[in-house]
């Protein structure tokens, strides 16, 4: 009996242990689960980011815009080993694409232009650039840039001293200072989530008005007995924060005055049972706070931080803790950046969140310059050399441009330089408007104001949900680009819903002729490459079924060639541009620009458009390109009006390549989802929404068709394309409840139908990468042109060189435009830390 009393107490103490080990390791799986997870997705899904340095920010019709892309790995700012292609497109405000380019990256970096076409309708364009792999998000988060373009017309009669006539800027939308429209909104951001009975907790307030811009104002925080708890005040956007401990069971508002009028908001309800989780940068130092009610325990708690997917912090929640604890985190070792902490439960249930940026001074880098004189007179030589340093005066190397641009030329407003892009606006979704303002000195007020910004925001690139299931270890969808590729798919000849499977050879005409084969998928698909070469080149894809018993049925098959350019589905990010570009700033530019092409007509008239002096009477009146498409299609009357749109094929880049289905998905308005040959096509509402009856109306030259017929259809087979809503589908009645589609096609399509397609094989152009041109810059020691030099871009280097020693220098010549100049360098240093480096020169008549 007494040998069996110590074996019984042996067992429980052993189910007692085995029980209290299980409970106590869940957490360290789960934080073993999450480091996992994070290797994989840094190595497997690790995001792109890219970003553009353009010579300036405001041009004419007829101008080139200069500009850098880099392509990075978005974790560790090095080079990308995923993809090897960037686009860069020129899009309006209509997001239709207007010019592109497509370029190989070979490390982190690649120069190329656009020339703005001289009939460019005048307004507001975006510039944006991405890759392909990129586009796997849901909602790719894109470097854009808006820039506004000005049309400069010339008239007869011209000279040297002839001056811009007035009107030249309408469409750009004079900007007027900002005032409130409407009675500001209050949103509540409660830090970690959730304000917690009892416990201290702090609210970052976003203040904005009708237009959601933000508003400074201050206010009071009341209790549902209106006893005034605290104060508040919001700042510049409207960001602030306030800290107060709420009660169990009360409702608490935010009260302001405007005209004397009170205005209130509540704020969210405490819970009674909670966590908070509390950080303050310190600079040197994150300081952690985390607290429980006493209901709670923070004992197998998991505390995780990370920046862009490197894990930085950890902490399992101890007995001692019991409902609180505070600790350090030293950001000498960090990078800076946006850093996500999260406190779990130890079932992996998220608890409370909070971002915090990480800014430590010891990451702080410098270009300095350093030149004979600031003030220099016409046509005269500029020397300067430049030096980077880290904050511990040591050398810096990197990858950088430089350009030096009439100041005038510079949107003091469009502010989203490299650092404030790919530390801080790319990880939260690009909707901050102006976020170098948090960079240009190291106040505490902007701390505070970008700490209070970091309360507003979530993270954007991954949510743990995501990142803990099995879907994580799923490929993406669009793998990264590596050179051209070559991709299309083979059916049943005319019958574009059968996929067939069979053997194609690639044949692409070139200086040598390349050759390739290889057996397609089941469902018809096959790619080729990747490839590199500049320019376009002639191909052909055949496809022969060598198992076939008749010959007549060995190339019995139709070829879809896949598009060649990328369908972006993202919209142009939504943010408040009304007071980045002052309307002085581009009257003042438009003024040299047309100095510029006035005195490039007097010398070289061919190479100008100009608007000939003609006397038009209502007999001569020339009819608009969209009058005589619609004198050639009198069908197109009744999808013509003021609430419809019309897209012409060929203002649509590399239009030859793709499908009618592709081309309709350009239209602004029109939404086409789905995968062919099961898409769906909808059109936006004139109230931006959706209509909810289903397909719209599609109309073929007049004759109503179907979906599957259209599907059928290749772009280069449609002149133009209607899309009607609104009033003008009165005369449709019913038929036209979900929208219009009208397809309208050119004179060659009853010519191409009547052919027979050739079986087996498909012709066609491959697009080759982009070869940038050399930006002319003159030598006047050399050469001295009578020809006046009015360039608004006196220089522009996209691979500015360093030494081992940080060093670098620029020269470049002044031309005969006097005024201020600015020198402006940007790029990235070898260890991943983004620069803009800023110089001030000015030309004057005599010196």
Do not use: C
């Amino acid at each position: 009996m007494k040998k069996i009393i110590p074996s019984i107490i042996l067992v429980f103490l052993t189910i007692f242990l085995v029980q209290s080990y299980s409970e106590l390791s869940q957490e360290y799986v789960l934080l073993e689960k999450i480091k996992t997870r994070l290797v994989d997705y840094r190595q497997n899904l690790a995001p792109e980011k890219t970003y553009l340095h353009t010579d300036k920010d405001v041009y004419s019709n007829g101008d080139i815009i200069w500009f850098k892309t880099y392509l990075l790995d978005g974790i560790t700012h090095d080079f990308s080993n995923k993809s090897k292609v960037v686009y860069v497109d020129l899009v309006n405000d209509r997001d239709s694409v207007v010019a592109y380019r497509k370029l190989f990256v070979d490390e982190k970096s690649v120069a190329g232009d656009i020339q703005i076409d001289e009939k460019i309708p005048q307004g507001t364009y975006t510039l944006r650039s991405y890759t392909k792999y990129m586009l796997n998000d849901k909602e790719p988060i894109l470097y854009e840039k808006r820039i506004p373009i000005i049309v400069q017309k010339l008239e007869q009669g011209l000279n040297l001293d002839s001056t811009m006539p007035n009107g030249n800027l309408e469409g750009l939308g004079a900007l007027t200072q900002n005032s409130i429209s409407g009675i500001p909104k209050i949103r509540f951001y409660p830090e970690g989530g959730d304000l917690v009975a009892g416990l201290p907790g702090t609210l970052g307030l976003e203040v904005l008005d009708d237009n959601g811009n933000g508003v400074a104002l201050k206010g009071e925080i009341k209790s549902s007995d209106n006893e005034i708890v605290t104060t508040f005040e919001s700042h510049e956007f409207g960001l602030g924060r306030v800290r107060f401990i709420p009660r169990d069971g009360t409702q608490y508002h935010a009260s302001f005055n405007i005209d004397g009028k009170e205005h209130t908001y509540s704020l969210p309800q405490a819970i009674p049972s909670g966590y908070i989780l509390n950080l303050q940068n310190r600079e040197d130092h994150i300081l952690v706070q985390v607290a429980s009610t006493q209901d709670q325990d923070l004992e197998g708690t998991l505390l995780v931080g990370h920046l862009r997917g490197d894990l930085i912090f950890k902490r399992i929640g101890e007995p001692s803790d019991k409902s609180s604890y505070a600790t350090k985190i030293f950001t000498r070792e960090l990078k800076d950046g946006v850093a996500h902490f999260t406190l779990f439960a130890s079932n992996g249930e998220p608890l409370a969140e909070r971002l915090v940026y990480i800014d430590d001074p010891n990451n702080d880098a410098q270009i300095a310059f350093s030149a004979p004189a600031k003030v220099y007179g016409k046509r005269e030589k500029v020397n300067m050399d430049l030096v980077i340093k880290d904050a511990n005066g040591s050398p810096l190397k990197g990858d950088f441009s430089v350009g030096v641009v009439s100041k005038n030329g510079i949107n003091k407003g469009q502010a989203n330089s490299f650092k404030s892009w790919l530390l801080l606006n790319s990880d939260l979704g690009g909707r901050i408007a102006n976020p170098d303002y948090f960079f240009e000195d190291g106040s505490k007020h902007r701390k505070f104001l970008l700490d209070a910004l970091m309360l507003t925001r979530g993270w954007r690139r991954f949510v743990w949900k995501d990142i803990l299931s099995d879907s994580l270890a799923q490929l993406p969808e669009i793998s990264p680009e590596k050179g051209i590729m070559v991709r299309g798919k083979t059916t049943k000849f005319k019958l574009p819903n059968r996929p067939k499977e069979t053997s194609v050879t690639l044949n692409l005409y070139g200086v040598d002729l390349i050759n390739s084969k290889q057996k397609t998928t089941k469902q018809g698909q096959f790619s080729f490459g990747p490839f590199y070469f500049t320019d376009s080149l002639e191909a052909t894809v055949e496809a022969h079924d060598s198992l076939a018993k008749w010959d007549s049925k060995k190339s019995n098959f139709s070829i879809i060639m896949g598009s060649q350019i990328p369908e972006v589905q993202a919209k142009r990010q939504k943010r408040d541009y009304r007071n980045q570009t002052s309307w002085p700033q581009i009257n003042d530019y438009a003024k040299e620009a047309y100095q510029k092409k006035v005195t490039d007509y007097m010398y070289d008239p061919d190479k100008v458009t100009q608007l000939e002096e003609v006397t038009v009477t209502e007999k001569d009146k020339r009819l608009t390109r969209h009058q005589m498409a619609t004198n050639s299609n009198p069908s197109a009357r009744r999808t013509t009006g003021p609430f419809s749109s019309r897209l012409f094929r060929e203002d649509v880049l590399g239009n030859e390549a793709m499908s009618a289905i592709d081309l309709l998905n350009r239209v602004p308005g029109v939404y086409v989802t789905g995968s062919y040959p099961m898409q769906q096509v909808r059109i936006l509402g004139t109230r931006n929404t959706i209509f909810a009856g289903g397909e719209p109306l599609i109309l073929i030259n007049g004759t109503t068709s179907t979906l599957d017929f259209l599907q059928q259809l290749r772009a280069i087979e449609i002149e133009f394309i209607d899309v009607v809503k609104g009033p003008d589908l009165t005369i449709f009645g019913s038929r036209g409840a979900n929208g219009v589609i009208g397809i309208y096609t050119n004179k060659s399509f009853e010519e191409l139908n009547k052919q027979e397609q050739y079986p087996g094989v498909v012709s066609f152009k491959v697009q080759g990468f982009y070869k940038t041109r050399e930006f002319y810059a003159p030598d006047y020691y050399v050469e001295d042109p009578k020809k006046p030099d009015y360039r608004t871009t006196l220089y522009w280097n996209p691979e500015l060189a360093f030494t081992n020693t940080g060093l670098s220098s620029v020269d470049f010549f002044t031309g005969d435009k006097t005024g201020m100049f600015q020198v402006r360098v940007e790029g990235i240093t070898d260890d991943g830390r983004p620069l803009t480096g800023l110089y001030d020169i000015e030309v004057v008549d005599e010196y």
